[in-house]
């Protein structure tokens, strides 16, 4: 059974069953479409639950060619690194379309562009087809601008033109570099392109060759991160967009970024990563630091857990850009991690936004007095984003951390300092929103969450416990994939991983009673 | 007296040449439009030809691509005219500079 | 016996969550009856466990619960050794003492589950710190107890004062989580473990002299942090904006002495790093005596506690920093009961006085309050280090250690002695100004004594403040030989003989006694001493500390933020890109031109275009 296919093709169905409903029926968009993105989930579901742990090869692989002659086919498999970006996306539509009950205006269109959106993400994350990849790629970006543009707050239009052209520009670096890519593996097979990811693996690249086309992947990825210093497009889509639009952009459409890295920079062209390794991973901190400073002084709210994301990708890209094991493990976590803590966040900020239609911190006061339950589950979300251990922003955040220091150990000392800042720029948004006394007179009347807010937040609050108490079911799946990108960098130029940087290195330890002749006095 | 190849390419040239003329000296958008469709012809030719004398296949499909396309072409093509006919009762392309940068 | 362990972290976790989700459904009552419940039966867990170690029947044990990260080989597990027992008992013990003094002292409150909630987290938090097998773990414990100083510092939120204090706790102690983040990084890229076991015991062969001492140093740099050493105790003064009880739970008994702990627990390490020994020994004993210069002039009961904390917390750092663990050790345990008890103690007094924490409006309390009159004098006494409550066997352990150090130490050990004075005359002054003399309160003010559930873990407290000192007299090292399986392959303090150590008691006692006369002599009148010149002054506003801190580093670090966001980002970095936007629009506007509209120009020029194209493929092609 085509499993991915099916995956890939339920939103859009969903899509065509919305656009279908009679005109009038308004009332009856809102559940079908919730409704209608429950099915992609159950079939992510179904494939976590069948994934081969500890298989490093890629899972559910489908190969339909379309032409042989360009060597474009429909290629979509699932391993490691993907397996937990696409059970994320299908896990925070329902929960964003659940949280899109106060969109008015032209539901039946809203609902539309978000399940496109939904297959588009999908797609962008199992195609190994990178025909098919840009396809989707480019797929997320129209519903993305029409969902900004049309749905967003008052300086919707300048946000979303600047998140299309910043993205469009990338993508055309993005779309050269494929081609030239596919012509130069299809040169070596005797073809005219080959699009295939496994094609290209084997496809030897000269140095310079590796170094334009890092560069030309690097670039598009980059801003989608978003890297200091193509990050300014973010903080204005996320303030503009609508709630839900908020939460896919942070949680799952920063990702495709972090994620193209993975997949393609690092694996395509292990030298050009290897040499170009810290000088990305120096953005990066940068990243880290400039976000979190930026994110202390911001009067609105929601530009503040958008500059916040600036800094946690910061740390994900230098956890992959450090090339340990655990870095990379970890960056994979913190990108899963950060989808579930930001994207809280976001969802927070926009039940209280709906209630009281302003995001300047200036407004709130004492909240927690008026709001307990909200107060609660937002100071959990901003420590859970801060990275307080056991729950899930740390485990990334440590094994990025432990994992970096080992080949980057200045960087990584500079880019810890973002967990002060985190602590900062959180706690103090949350005491002027949430504590003293109730000043502004329009905050007392306001009512706390009801049911169906809690049962948004739930699934995101247990999943942040989760994987911050017990992590290994998913750092168990993701470690072997992330092994072959280092086997292969070290297969293919003179780097070599610290011994403590692979799993191997990891030293045993035994249980039970201590005897005294371990140590010597 | 053999009919060659090159009697063929000379046609089309003329035919390709005539259909230049017609584009940039006549104002008749209609008229432009036979002219293209002469052009295209003769290339159709040309393409023709020059499959016959070497023996591929491959000239007479591209024809018969480039004759789908003039379809197409066409029937877009008028039905802009014909639109613009109908606002300004002309078809005179010196009167319409709506394009200009 | 040690399987049942994991309850001790289970149980307060289990009691967190059941207050937090139905506390309010169940009722003041079951909801301080349950919070309290499982506290004291983590202590009951643990007791077996720990005489075991008494008995010498016990093994010091790792116990394996599961596998947390798996990429770093860091595990949930135990480390059951003499030293994690020692703070178990401390911290549910006291902590078990605290919660049902707090049925009392928060009743009525309308967040009363919530508060329990907090308390019973914070003990689980400090149970993950203190039995964790691995650094990793450790830090869990760690930032955790953090969160739960963050949520009980600002119990009462709506006062903006606690709200701040909560949040520069939480920060402050982040810096210092900071430095150990850092030291565990080091420590991974050394050992490629966390697991205490592995590292104790290969670190000597591994570990060179520099590695060492950036290890132990940034590990300081947490402790600092934690345990409210300079530069980052600043926050500890501020915390006491809390409901006292949790004042005498986390920043008296037990949170603030984590870093101590930590410093003992990784003694392996810090032996192997002596520069790392002389720096903490110095900063302890700077913040003793910085501590204790400001204690002597504050005004607000829970303060001159506060600093005092500070002060001793001072103490234990010398001692980890001259090597004497279990000195510091056992002076943390002395003085988690009789500063338990004292803050408990303050507490009752706030209580009576309906919320006043002025001593100056205090006064003549003896008779009104007799049980919590008597139990303080003993924790005055303790901690003032008069012969034979606990105080003075711990610190003169202490002062001993340092003292047969020998050298430059012997400078740290009269300053040492300088701050038992200091301590001694602060103490004196706070336990007259409160209890004895002539009243000071106004006439709405009817002081009473407090209820049962607050006097008897007052009791409890001071019976311990007498007695726990007993058990390490020089005469008879009991708790040194309890915890040495947890010290094993550190060297004994060398030099201490009896006749010494006996001498620099009576040295010790003899300025404890100083200390009481002066400050008796001092306050003991009708009148309050005019607290007046330059040093009272600069003393009480408290050198000013957080305000050179605002001035040097949070309003620089403001500003640098505010120019990032108003300038760098607006104008340099989106500025660029709008500078490329203007240029692309100016660059089409140029070729717009070119646009005239005429159907003909263009068919011209492609006409004119492809017969150039024609005769340069020629060109090329070689047709020519």
Do not use: C
Not at chain 3, 173 to 195: E, K, Q, S, Y
Not at chain 3, 560 to 589: C, K, N, Q, Y
């Amino acid at each position: 059974m085509p499993v991915l296919t099916i995956l890939i093709a339920l939103p859009i169905v969903g899509a065509i069953v919305v656009a279908l409903l009679p005109k009038r029926r308004t009332e009856l968009v809102y559940p079908i479409a919730l409704g209608m993105s429950i099915p992609p989930l159950v079939v992510a579901m179904y494939v976590l639950v069948n994934f081969r742990v500890g298989d490093a090869a890629f899972q559910f692989a489908e190969n339909v060619v379309f032409t042989e002659a360009f060597g474009i086919g429909w290629i979509v498999a699932v391993d490691g690194i993907s397996l937990f970006m696409v059970v994320l996306t299908a896990l925070l539509f329902p929960i964003s379309i659940a949280a899109s009950r106060s969109i008015t205006s032209n539901v039946k269109s809203y609902m539309v562009l978000m399940l496109i959106l939904e297959t588009g993400l999908l797609g962008v994350f199992l195609a190994l087809d990178l025909f098919v990849f840009f396809a989707f790629f480019e797929i997320v970006l129209i519903p993305m601008y029409l969902l900004i543009s049309l749905w967003g707050s008052e300086n919707r239009a300048y946000a979303s033109l600047k998140f299309v052209l910043f993205t469009a520009t990338g993508s055309a670096f993005l779309l050269a570099s494929i081609i030239a890519l596919a012509i130069i593996t299809g040169d070596q097979m005797g073809t005219l392109a080959s699009f295939d990811f496994r094609n290209m693996l084997q496809t030897e690249l000269s140095s310079t060759a590796q170094f334009v086309l890092f560069a030309g992947f690097g670039i598009a990825f980059a801003i989608k991160v978003p890297l200091f210093p193509f990050h300014t497009w973010l903080p204005d889509a996320h303030t503009e967009a609508p709630t839900a639009a908020s939460v896919i952009l942070a949680a799952v459409l920063l990702k495709m970024g972090a994620y193209g890295f993975l997949r393609f920079n690092l694996t395509l062209f292990p030298e050009a990563a290897v040499s170009l390794a810290v000088p990305l991973a120096v953005l990066g901190v940068v990243g880290i630091v400039y976000g979190a400073a930026l994110a202390i002084v911001q009067p609105d709210i929601k530009r503040l857990i958008a500059y916040s994301s600036v800094s946690h990708m910061g740390f994900i890209v230098l956890g992959a850009f450090a090339l340990t094991t655990q870095a990379l493990t970890g960056s994979v976590v913190l990108m899963i991690s950060h989808g579930l803590t930001t994207g809280a966040l976001f969802l927070l900020v926009g039940m209280i936004y709906d209630r009281t239609h302003t995001r300047e911190i200036a407004d709130y006061g004492g909240l927690a007095r008026v709001m307990p339950v909200f107060a609660g589950m937002f100071l959990f979300a901003a420590l859970a984003s801060a990275g307080l251990p056991g729950l899930s922003g740390f485990v990334g955040e440590f094994a990025v951390l432990i994992g970096s220091y080992l080949t980057l150990p200045v960087l990584t000392v500079i880019a810890s300092s973002g967990v002060i800042l985190a602590a900062i720029y959180l706690l103090w948004a949350y005491e002027r929103v949430f504590t003293g006394p109730v000043t502004n007179p329009k905050l007392k009347v306001l009512r706390d969450l009801g049911f169906r807010e809690v049962a948004i937040m739930a699934p995101l609050v247990v999943l942040i416990i989760g994987l911050g108490v017990y992590p290994k079911p998913v750092f168990d799946r993701i470690e072997p994939s992330v092994g072959i990108i280092l086997d292969r960098i070290e297969a293919t130029t003179d780097f070599e991983v610290p011994a403590e940087g692979r799993l191997s290195g990891v030293a045993e330890i035994e249980y039970g009673p201590v005897h005294e002749s371990g140590g010597d006095n | 007296m053999i009919v060659t190849t090159t009697w063929f390419l000379l046609l089309a040239a003329a035919l390709f040449s005539i259909g230049v003329a017609g584009v940039l000296i006549r104002r008749n958008a209609l008229v432009m439009f036979m002219s293209i469709e002469l052009m295209l012809n003769a290339v159709n030719l040309t393409f023709v030809a020059v499959s016959r004398e070497l023996g591929l296949i491959e000239g007479q499909v591209a024809a018969l691509f480039v004759m789908v396309v003039a379809a197409t072409e066409v029937t877009v093509g008028l039905a802009i005219v014909v639109a613009v006919f109908r606002t300004r009762a002309s078809a005179n392309v010196d009167e319409l500079a709506e394009m200009k940068g | 016996m040690t399987d049942l362990l994991w309850l001790v972290i289970a149980l307060p976790l289990l009691g967190a969550v059941v207050n937090l989700f139905f506390g309010k459904r169940l009722g003041e009552p079951v909801a301080g009856g349950l919070s309290v419940g499982v506290v004291v039966a983590s202590w009951a867990i643990a007791v077996p466990a720990t005489l075991s170690f008494v008995t010498g029947s016990g093994q010091v044990e790792t116990i394996y619960l599961f596998s947390w990260i798996p990429v770093v080989g860091a595990d949930a597990a135990i480390l059951w050794d003499p030293l994690s027992a020692v703070m178990t008992m401390i911290v549910t013990g006291v902590g078990a003492l605290i919660h049902i003094y707090s049925l009392g002292y928060m009743r009525g409150d309308e967040r009363y589950p919530r508060f329990f909630a907090f308390l019973n987290l914070f003990i689980a938090s400090m149970m993950i710190l203190v039995l964790s097998a691995n650094f990793a773990m450790m830090f869990v414990g760690w930032e955790l107890v953090g969160l739960s100083s963050y949520l009980l510092i600002s119990f009462w939120f709506t006062k903006p004062e606690a709200a701040a204090a909560g949040k520069k706790a939480f920060i402050v102690n982040r810096i210092g989580d900071w430095g150990f983040l850092v030291a565990l990084m080091i420590i991974f890229a050394t050992f490629g473990t966390f697991d205490f076991g592995t590292i104790f015991t290969t670190a000597p062969g591994i570990l060179t002299v520099g590695a060492a001492t950036a290890i132990t140093l940034l590990l300081f740099v947490g402790a600092a942090g934690k345990s409210a050493q300079i530069p980052l105790y600043i926050w500890l003064p501020d915390a006491m904006e809390g409901p006292t009880p949790v004042s005498a739970l986390i920043h008296a008994a037990t949170m603030v002495t984590a870093g101590v702990f930590m410093i003992a627990r990784a003694a392996v390490l810090f032996e192997l790093a002596p520069v790392s020994g002389a720096v903490i020994a110095v900063v302890g004993t700077l913040t003793a005596l910085v501590a204790a210069l400001i204690a002597v002039s504050q005004t607000d009961i829970k303060k001159v506690l506060a600093y005092s904390t500070i002060s001793q917390l001072g103490f234990m750092v010398l001692a980890v920093g001259v090597g004497a663990y279990t000195a510091g050790v056992f002076h943390l345990a002395t003085h988690a009961f009789f500063k338990a008890l004292l803050f408990l103690g303050a507490g009752s007094v706030i209580h009576a006085m309906a919320g006043e924490q002025d001593m100056r409006k205090m006064g003549g309390l003896r008779k009104m309050m007799p049980v919590t009159f008597i139990t303080m004098a003993i924790g005055w006494l303790a901690i003032s280090g008069i012969f034979p409550f606990a105080g003075f066997w711990s610190k003169d352990e202490i002062l001993a250690a340092t003292f047969a150090k020998g050298g430059a130490f012997i400078v740290l050990w009269a300053v040492g002695l300088f701050v038992a004075l200091l301590t001694a005359f602060y103490m004196t002054r706070m336990f007259v100004m409160t209890f004895l003399g002539r009243p000071r309160w106004d006439g709405g003010t009817h002081p009473h004594e407090s209820p049962a559930t607050m006097t008897v873990p007052l009791i409890v407290l001071g019976f311990f403040s007498v007695s726990a000192g007993l058990v390490n007299t020089p005469a008879r090292l009991a708790f040194e030989h309890f915890l040495e399986p947890s010290f094993v392959g550190v060297p004994h303090i060398k030099g201490l003989t009896l006749g010494l150590i006996v001498t620099l008691a009576v040295v010790s006692l003899v300025v404890a006694l100083a200390g009481v006369t002066w400050g008796w002599l001092a306050y003991r009148r009708d009148e309050l001493p005019a607290e007046d010149g330059a040093f009272w002054r600069r003393s009480l506003e408290a050198f000013a500390v957080d305000d050179f801190y605002g001035r040097v580093i949070v309003a620089p670090g403001k500003r640098v933020s505010t120019w990032a966001a108003e300038t760098m980002d607006p104008r340099v970095i989106d500025g660029a890109a709008h500078g490329v936007a203007r240029g692309v629009l100016r660059f089409g506007s140029v070729l717009g031109k070119l646009q005239t509209g005429q159907v003909r120009g263009y068919a011209g020029g492609m006409a004119v275009a492809g017969v150039i194209l024609i005769f340069v493929f020629l060109a090329v092609g070689g047709g020519f």
